[in-house]
């Protein structure tokens, strides 16, 4: 029964349901003009049941009641009751639990703080189960007390200087037809890219301890086991197939999260808790490459897991190819985690992570196909060993690098000022010293084997090492132009640095942080307008600053063609009380605007559809586009484009283009 239940709740967690169970409804019963009851029933289908809100822990979900505004515009009066629940044996928890059958009903008294509160929200988290499958669910409920002071809450939510704000925010554009237009085909393909960075990624995952030793003993077991070498290697392949497909589906969730808002995955990117949550997060990480402990899901997960792979046919491949995925965790979890992380500062996270996991899977699954049909390359596979940990304690030291990323986030969105650009490239030799010093032997970690000989292919990573440390020298030192451009985006902007003599534009540009007093200032030099919208902790905007703009050719025309208006919506800065409005979207949304780079970032969707950075946009004083927006690209592209939109300008006000690179 454990078995098959835990099987069918994995595949029904897939989504593959065919109607909803159970089913809230809520009612109100008015106690005086301050004290309600607050009513809700659940009716549920035959054979569910719904559990209660008490029950002992390792068991199922409780059912639990989360109130909006609960102590400041009301108060809970006592605990929520609930009707009369049947208590028995639940075979799937092994346990004696209470729940509910058939219809469910709990009461919740409330006594208002706030004479003007017109409805009580929130949302009831439950678990429900029939006798194969369960359910999980986030129900949001909203309880109406007033209808007429709902009314008012709503004209007070869309006030009219919240209106005013709002309509200064659009743009009266002209040529609006050049948004539709794709400049992509001269971009560099990002999915491509990610999926080759998650299929190196998995290659890397491949030589740890965790994994590369599973290789030649899950090959083998396929075609020994199989009848025919034919059937071996076909289910070798489906083996490799549901690798893939398990990464891949590790990805799903963030697609639900990206639909709710399209700019919630840049924004948890930006956000400073979860900056610097994946900063410790990351360092654990990297002490558990270094020996100091197992990151391990789970037991029970594995068990359940390789119990269901003994059972045969597809099904039981498939719960092999799960158990590789949960006993490998501690050697792939920090990998992803990489990835994941990585994924969320680009456009369109959802999407790209699922590429990337699928570069990370393919790679994973790949050896298994392959020596299936060439199984005599098994002898000449090297022997595990040290080796393999010397490759953990490696990336180790590399997860301790992208951790120091997180902290310079969260520094450059909160402007701490802390993690400036050639404290960010110290810390980053002192890691790549360290790093040096391990593999020539000096530096032990508790894993790894007395006495083992330095090879020559560890002397060659040495030594790049080496180079790598000379490398970055030079990133301590105050002229820097020109300085770490194969790392660009990694360490913090040029203009962030110890060394006052920066401006706060990139590299030493004039740059407007504002759109009013830039307008102004192009309208008065009768120049073009670039709108530069950027992040703090937007990794390719430091590549194109760095790489492209810095580009001589480049550089002289936006020191002395453009009027730079640089955005930066991930700029956590909070907006004095006065300038503060709510913003309703399209759909109904309303979305409070607290800081400035909301602001900017409500700007730039309303206007250009867009939610993604680095995103350049060429524009007149008078709110006409010269040409199709530009996104991420190479010197050359981003060159003619500007010139491109200079000529545009030119033309409508009848001067020569006088520029002929």
Known sequence: MIKKGFLLLFLFSLGLKSQEPLVWVTDLKKISDTEYLLIFKASMQPKWHLYSQNLPKDGPLPTE????????????????????????????????????????????????????????????????????VCIFRNEPFRIVLDSSKVLAEVKKIVDPESLKKSKALQLPLKNRRLLMQNQSQNSDNPLLNLFLLGFIGGLI??????????????????????????????????????????????????????????????????????NLIFFAVFVFFAFSFFGYYELTLP????????????????????????????????????????????????????????????????????????????PNVLKSIPKSGGWMTKVKVTLG????????????????????????????????????????????????????QKGSKISKLQRFFTFLVLIF?????PGLGKNQDGQLSLLSGFPPPLFYSVY???????????CF????????????????????????????????????????????????????????VDDRKELPEALRFNFKYPNGRIKTIKTIGEKWATFQNLNFASASQPYYVLMSADATLLNPPIQYTDTATYKDWLLSGLEQHRKREKQPNIYAF
């Not at 509160?117 to 189960?129: D, H, T, W």
């Not at 030291?397 to 400036?420: C, P, Q, R, T």
């Not at 003599?501 to 004039?510: D, H, I, M, V």
């Not at 192009?522 to 992040?535: H, Q, Y």
């Open 65 to 132: 009641f989360l109130f909006k505004g609960a102590g400041s515009a009301f108060e809970l009066v006592g605990n929520t009751e609930e009707s009369e629940t049947v208590k028995a044996f639940d075979p799937i928890f092994e346990m004696d639990l209470s729940w509910f059958e058939k219809e469910a009903t709990f009461q919740q008294k409330i006594r208002l703080l706030q004479n003007e509160l017109g409805a009580i929200s929130g949302e009831i988290n439950f678990q429900a189960c029939d006798d194969k």
């Open 205 to 274: 995952a491949l030589l740890t301890p965790c994994v590369f030793p599973m290789i030649p003993l899950t090959v083998s077991f396929f075609l020994k086991q199989s009848v025919s070498k034919s059937r071996g290697v076909g289910r070798a392949l489906l083996y490799g197939f549901f690798i893939l497909l398990i990464y891949i589906m590790m990805s799903l969730p963030f697609h639900f999260l990206d639909a709710l808002d399209p700019q919630i995955l840049n924004t948890l990117s930006t956000n400073i808790v979860m």
């Open 299 to 374: 037991s029970s997960w594995g068990n359940q897991s390789d119990a269901a792979s003994t059972g045969g046919g597809i099904l039981g491949i498939f719960f092999m190819a799960l158990t590789l995925a949960i006993v490998s965790f501690s050697c792939t979890g920090p990998i992803l985690g990489s990835l994941l992380a990585g994924s969320l500062t680009v456009e369109g996270g959802a999407d790209q992570l699922t590429i990337g996991m699928a570069g990370f899977g393919f790679a994973l699954a790949l050896p298994f196909g392959l020596l299936a049909f060439f």
């Open 397 to 448: 030291f590399l997860e301790l690098a992208l951790a120091l990323k997180f902290l310079s986030n969260a520094d450059l969105v909160g402007h701490w000022g802390i993690i400036k650009r050639e404290i960010f490239v110290g810390v980053w030799l002192v890691i790549s010293i360290l790093l040096f010093v391990y593999l020539i032997g000096w530096l032990r970690f508790p894993n790894d």
């Open 469 to 473: 440390i000379f490398y970055l020298i």
């Open 500 to 510: 006052p003599s920066y401006s706060e534009c990139p590299l030493g540009l004039n």
């Open 513 to 568: 942080k504002d759109y009013e007093s830039g307008r102004a200032y192009a309208e008065a030099t009768n120049k073009p307008i670039l709108f530069d919208f950027t992040g703090w902790a937007c990794v390719n905007c430091r590549k194109m600053e760095e790489n492209v703009w810095s580009q001589p050719e480049v550089f002289s025309l936006l020191n002395e063609e453009f009027v730079i208006i640089s955005l930066y």
